[in-house]
Nanobody, 115 residues
């Protein structure tokens, strides 16, 4: 059973940093595309960053240069390092992967950036 468990959210001032972690239930972190989505109140969920099996990454334009996605395959964990946070980054952040054509999500972790 695929499980994704996020942690690391919290309240931070603008300009601060947070690191989110996503613990996966299996070794698919190395062979699957893994990603982070976010959903702000009243808005649609959007893809923030993803890392492909070969290690290539891509990012939402508004977070480029500030956020970094990475993975530790030995720990079956994916990270999202978030620097220079802005109030507009406030959202629930979800870990995501897709296996055998099915999307899997964690329950999310709340990030609140105060001005």
């Amino acid at each position: 059973q695929v499980q994704l468990v996020e942690s690391g959210g919290g309240l931070v001032q603008a300009g601060g940093s947070l690191r989110l972690s996503c613990a996966a239930s299996g070794s698919f972190v190395s062979s699957n595309t893994m990603g982070w989505y976010r959903q702000a109140p009243g808005k649609q969920r959007e893809l923030v960053a993803r890392i492909f099996s070969g290690g290539i990454t891509d990012y939402l334009d508004s977070v480029k240069g500030r956020f970094t996605i990475s993975r530790d395959t030995a720990k079956n964990t994916v990270y999202l390092q978030m620097n220079s946070l802005k109030p507009g980054d406030t959202a629930v952040y979800f870990c995501w992967t897709k296996l055998s054509g099915m999307n899997y999500w964690g329950k999310g972790t709340l990030v609140t950036v105060s001005s």
